[in-house]
């Protein structure tokens, strides 16, 4: 049974008044906010079991190593593929990085590289770079006015293109729009395309099983999973993640180092330069864990429940335009008022211990696209109820009326 | 009528709540005059992520004071602007540089909209003026 009121309680963050209000938490596309477990992770390896991992015979260090790859294999158990193919890094927008620099010595100038316009930067720019260094062209897929992709439009344009790469986002992190992959994914295969999609919003809301969703590569970050800040992972299947150059170099992802020259350790060792993030890797995954102990279902169906319920009472306030897809939504609602400023409104409900986001998202052409400067972002995880939607959009009534 | 930063502080200190006060930020910043489209180049835009700003600066040498112009495309930062404004325009560098934004704000209870994270521009905008001061004292 999913119970929502015990599922808050894992949430102290949740706990608490903001402007004398109790909070209402629609910013998890930002970050998700962490249950206890995570917290307690988190402090107890460092109250107790904090010493490097790979190196060091004494206990404490053993027992950091095994929890480290234990947590590995956790992680990798979520997505459905092995460890070896699980490498980690300090977030989604690094991961894309090391694949895009990894590829600069596979590509010429007669490549392709295909994005679209839905990206987050962090989905755009290392390609940019990349399209830049080696001469490829950037071409972008077509979206349709309303932000959602026409699968049969885009298969054409894949097809006529013959990219070598393609990085498409799983759901989009300002609408929440969910990409129908299959079809594209498919396309790009038959031209023998490097995959890459970006399942730094998807991947909370959507558990995807990666060898079925058949990419080279995916990304994500687990401050947006109930994990905490600073780590994220890439998993590439073992030849295209092995084919990529080294990203950074340093300690621990070398086999042997003489003056003259080093051998690099295999996959995933040799992108993992440095001390990682120990404890952040550990209580990650606990994060998982305590996603995995609700039932992936009924998580879904929840969320889902609020969502609707949301777009629902969104759409009954005259003046008000929703820019996100209300099917195939991880849980986005993306809106504007009138002519009023997302920033105003934004303030305003803060006001109300309403956290929402205001701005670009980090998505300027996908705002060029839909013809706005930005909107008000409200995203709803697992943690949100009828409550907080009914507070918000009381909040948010209050707030267009001071305005108007 | 554009009021002075005292008649502001009056009536924001008498708001009896956080939304009255809001309203009349948003309603000074309706009372600022409209910058005109020519001085909104980008040298003007002052960064801030999610709102526009802009600020043009000019210097009256005859009264050897501050003249400044300022807009945003938000209600709340233009409001928050014009009492930036009823600060600094006016006096002269000296003077400006002993004018304290931080402290008003502090007191008028608007503090938290000069923090560095609130990515609106405020803060940018109060550092440019106090080079300017500099610069002309």
Known sequence: MFNIEKIRADFPALQQLINGQPLVYLDSAATTQKPRSVISATEQFYARNNANVHRGRHTLSEQATQAYEQARLT??????????????????????????????????????????????????????????????????LPLQQNGCFDVQTCVKFIEQHKPS???????????????????ILHAAKRHDAITLVDGAQAALHLQPNLPQLGCDFYVFSAHKMLGPTGLGGLYGR?????????????????????????VFRQTPAKFEAGTPNIAAVIAFAAAIDYLTSLSKASVYTHEQIIFNYAAEKLQGIAGVTIYSSLENNIGTLCFNYRDEHPFDIATLLDGYGI??????????????????????????????????????????????ELLD | MIKTFKEIALSLENSPSWQQKYREIMLLG??????????????????????????????????????????SDTRIVKGLLAIILSLYNG???????????????????????????????????????????????
């Open chain 1, 165 to 183: 790469v393609l990085a498409i986002t799983h759901a989009s992190n300002a609408l929440g729009n969910i990409t129908d992959l299959d079809p």
């Open chain 2, 30 to 71: 309706k009372q600022l005059p409209t910058m005109p489209a020519v001085l909104k180049t980008s040298e003007a835009l002052v960064r801030g992520c999610e709102s526009k700003v802009w600020l043009y600066l000019d210097f009256d040498l005859e009264e050897n004071c501050l003249v400044i112009i300022g807009d």
């Open chain 1, 355 to 400: 956290a929402v986001r205001s701005g670009h998202h980090c998505a300027q052409p996908l705002m060029q696209h839909l013809g706005i400067n930005g909107c008000v972002r409200a995203s709803f995880a697992l943690y949100n109820n009828h409550s907080d939607v009914d507070l918000f959009i009381a909040a948010l009534q209050n707030c267009l």
């Open chain 2, 91 to 137: 006096l002269t560098p000296e003077q400006a540089i002993h004018t304290d934004a931080f402290t008003q704000f502090n007191h008028l209870g608007l503090i938290q909209h000069l923090s560095p994270s609130r990515g609106n521009g405020i803060k940018a905008m109060v550092e440019r003026i106090q080079t300017m001061a500099e610069q002309k004292n």
């Open chain 1, 238 to 262: 073992y030849d295209r993640l092995n084919s990529l150059a080294v990203y950074q170099t340093g300690g621990e992802m070398i086999e042997t180092v003489t003056l003259a020259k080093t």
């Open chain 1, 75 to 140: 992680v990798a158990n979520y997505f459905n593929i092995t460890a070896s193919e699980l490498v980690w890094t300090k977030g989604a927008t690094e991961a894309i990085n090391l694949v895009a620099n990894g590829l600069t010595e596979q590509l010429n100038d007669n490549s392709t590289i295909i994005i679209s316009a839905l990206e987050h930067h962090a989905n755009i720019v290392p390609w940019q770079q990349l399209a830049k260094r080696t001469g490829a062209k950037l071409l972008a």
